[in-house]
């Protein structure tokens, strides 16, 4: 399964987000060596900054360029004369979206796109349709969707973001059934319910081939589907990291955020500096030897560290322990000495609490 990673337009939809051209091009080019196969810089129509990020990131990344357009000629052509490498045309196809959204009926929406594949095909850029509340609409209107655009990849969005992964692959197997190839099906989840990410990875079980994702689940609402966290869960249950380079994982990540000004929870899963922190005494002493046993991925295989913190709670094993990484005999003195300076001079890291190791007398 591909990913396509949509933090910079999803990004700027949060409230009170403003992402100047520079800090969209800097981010876009962190994301960009995570190994994404596309990058969703922008929506051209809505302005200048959308234009100038698409237009400016298309010749020096790796990863394809996509421009978000609304199935109407204005859109089309704004995504184009930005220089997209793709074109991601979307429109409505559930009831509830067609009645209160698009005000038009199925049959009208893919006219539309119709119209607006058949417009960026004949400019040379090549289209994939996303269903608007994909998720929400019957089985037989999707499969109708991949019968009437053969040539197209069509993504289902969860635009509300109210599915489990238990629909999901019901939903999917219901379209396979009907003679869709899977493998032409993207899925764009948002976290409404905490389980995007379980969502994308239940999608991939299924076979779709493609998932929209961004850094952090930047995005409307509860944001999209968490690519820190989709890698890491893909890596740990399926040796399945999606064609991202995992000792880039992290440090690209939090440098695109750094470009957006964004801030990260330190509880954030995968990215956040407490969840890679401990410092309970009986956990610091199995870590020392065994960090497998307290935490469920390695940081370092995805270009972050666990640091192991010293101090006030540390036990007497941990501190057994620290005297013998420095090669000394850890007697009940020693022990008890390098506990009292622990607790008068932590917290302190790893390299900090073997330094008074080496040099705390008994």
Not at 146 to 156: D, N, T, W
Not at 177 to 201: C, E, K, Q, W, Y
Not at 209 to 229: K, W
Not at 257 to 263: H, I, M, R, S, V
Request: proline share 4%; hydrophobic share 45%.
């Amino acid at each position: 399964m591909e990913l396509c990673d949509v933090t910079l337009r999803e990004g700027a939809q949060m409230p009170g987000r403003d992402y100047t051209v520079e800090q969209r091009v800097e981010a876009g080019r962190a994301i960009d060596r995570l190994g994404v196969s596309v990058i969703q810089a922008g929506f051209p129509v809505v302005g200048e900054e959308h234009v100038e990020a698409v237009r400016r990131l298309a010749p020096v990344t790796d990863a394809d360029v996509s421009a978000l357009a609304r199935a109407r000629p204005g859109d089309v052509d704004a995504a184009v004369d930005a220089g997209a490498d793709v074109v991601s045309l979307f429109a409505p196809l559930s009831d509830v979206m067609l009645e209160h959204v698009f005000g038009k009926d199925r049959e009208a929406a893919f006219g539309m796109l119709e119209a607006g594949v058949e417009r960026a095909e004949d400019a040379g850029v090549p289209v994939r349709i996303g269903l608007m509340d994909g998720f929400r609409t019957d089985a037989e209107h999707v499969i109708e969707a991949a019968e009437r655009f053969p040539g197209s990849r069509l993504g289902l969005a969860d635009t509300i973001g109210n599915r489990t992964p238990e629909y999901v692959t019901s939903f999917l197997g219901d379209i396979e059934a009907g003679g869709v190839d899977l493998s032409r099906i993207g899925v764009h989840f948002h976290d409404d319910l905490g389980v995007a990410t379980a969502n994308t990875l239940a999608a991939a079980r299924a076979g779709a081939g493609s998932a929209d994702v961004s850094v952090a689940a930047l995005g409307e609402r509860a944001g999209n589907t968490p690519i820190e966290q989709l890698v890491v869960a893909g890596s740990t249950e399926r040796e399945e990291t999606f064609g991202v380079d995992a000792d880039a994982l992290i440090p690209a990540c939090r440098d695109a955020l750094d470009a957006l000004g964004e801030d990260v929870d330190t509880r954030r899963p995968v990215l956040g500096e407490e969840v890679v922190r401990h410092e309970s005494g009986l956990h610091t002493a199995v870590m020392l030897e065994h960090p497998f046993v307290f935490e469920p991925f390695d940081p370092a295989e995805f270009g972050g560290r666990r640091e192991l913190v010293f101090g006030a709670i540390t036990g007497r094993g941990a501190t057994r322990k620290l005297i013998e990484r420095v090669d000394r005999e850890p007697n009940d003195e020693l022990v008890a000495s390098l506990l009292d300076r622990l607790e008068a001079e932590g917290p302190m890291g790893l390299d900090g609490a073997l330094d008074l190791a080496r040099s705390v007398e008994a």
